[in-house]
């Protein structure tokens, strides 16, 4: 079984601080990960994804994570955030070869402070 | 790339009556489409799983006879939430992945509100 650990539920920042958002994940076999911003009343917006290959994934508006095996995490950075920043942000876990069946952490929210 | 749209975005009913929530992938074939539903301030959680042509898996818990599922073309999957009730009301998201892709593209979601 898969699962994935968000260890914040809230993180306050200033706008233009740089921001780590944690998740780590649990799985017995090769994994594929993804964070996702939601916006208010809106779906979900694919920031990044790590399939294979290089451990440092850079998405969309400026994101990047890091992929660590032996730490089993994937968390989430921003060197300087906007205001705009200000949402719910997902990590997602899948198994290779599995049905496809997104696991979710329990979501983030990022508040940006002026 | 990699559109999915949903509709409607919102829909108020009355209890008892059925609601149909549509979810197209517009600039690709979705082999693969899910079906999450989302409370207020919760994560996301997955009700079932439809490829095209076939039944729809559903996750322990969630009422097959009461969400009903189909997927008859590769851009279309629809959600029907038969005799609603308060309870049901909620938010709506689907996915789509395409065949042999690992990702999913998410519609804009759905809000559901029985009264």
């Known amino acids: 079984a898969q699962s994935v650990t968000q260890l914040d539920s809230q993180v306050p920042v200033f706008e233009e601080a740089p921001v780590e958002l944690r998740c780590n994940y649990s799985s017995s076999v090769s994994v594929y990960l993804f964070w996702y911003v939601q916006y208010p009343n809106q779906g979900l917006q694919l920031l990044l994804k790590?399939?294979?290959?290089?451990?440092l994934v850079k998405g969309i508006n400026g994101f990047e994570a890091e992929f660590n095996k032996s730490q089993t995490s994937f968390h989430l950075r921003k060197p300087s955030v906007h205001i705009s920043d200000t949402a719910e942000y997902f990590c997602a876990v899948s198994g290779s070869g599995n049905t496809g069946k997104l696991i979710f952490g329990q979501g983030t929210t990022l508040q940006v402070k002026p | 790339g990699a559109v999915v749209s949903q509709h409607p975005s919102w829909v108020i009913c009355k209890s008892g009556t059925s609601v149909k929530i549509e979810c197209r992938s517009l600039d690709f074939q979705a082999t693969t489409m899910f079906w999450y539903r989302q409370f207020p301030k919760q994560s996301l959680m997955l009700m079932a799983t439809?490829?095209?042509?076939?039944?729809?898996?559903?996750e322990q818990g969630v009422e097959k006879d009461k969400f009903l599922i189909n997927h008859a073309s590769l851009t279309l999957s629809t959600l029907t939430v038969t005799s609603a009730h308060p309870e049901d009301s909620s938010f709506y998201i689907c996915?789509?992945?395409?065949?042999?892709?690992?990702?999913?593209?998410f519609g804009p979601g759905t809000r559901l509100l029985v009264l």
């Open positions: 790590y399939l294979s290959g290089s451990t």
């Open positions: 996915s789509a992945r395409a065949s042999g892709r690992e990702t999913q593209y």
């Open positions: 439809s490829n095209e042509g076939s039944k729809a898996t559903y």
